[in-house]
């Protein structure tokens, strides 16, 4: 499968609205066998973490950000900040998640006037 940066982003904004931690969610558009794909790519890259509650014979699981999680998608939120950063990826012809990361960081400096 391949991995989708937007995907990544709509799950990142569905855990945060989420009033607890969510199991995973149907999201138009997108099958479900590739949004749980996607919430496994976001576990290994370290932007949600399995929360587990409760006594082991009633305990209930979900996904919740993790604070890398939440630096992330502070960085993506902002819609036109988030195309810029897909235009300049494929103009580059893809880049790596950490690059990604890092220009958004940094277009969120330019932003504030930081850099």
């Given at each position: 499968m391949k991995r989708d940066l937007d995907l990544v982003?709509?799950?990142?904004?569905?855990?945060e609205a989420a009033e607890t931690?969510?199991?995973?969610?149907a999201l138009a558009g997108?099958?479900?066998?590739?949004?749980s794909y996607h919430f496994l790519l976001l576990r290994d890259a370290g932007l949600?973490?399995?929360?587990?509650?409760g006594p082991p014979h009633r305990r209930k699981s979900g996904y919740r950000l993790?604070?890398?999680?939440?630096?992330?998608?502070?960085?993506?939120?902002?819609?036109?900040?988030?195309?810029?950063?897909?235009?300049l990826i494929e103009a580059a012809g893809g880049v790596t998640f950490d690059v990604l990361k890092t220009l958004l960081t940094?277009?969120?400096k330019q932003t504030l006037g930081l850099s």
């Open positions: 982003r709509e799950l990142l904004l569905a855990l931690s969510l199991t995973v969610p997108y099958s479900g066998e590739l949004v949600v973490t399995l929360d587990e509650r993790t604070w890398e999680g939440h630096e992330l998608l502070d960085a993506a939120r902002e819609p036109h900040r988030w195309q810029k950063a897909k235009s940094d277009l969120a």
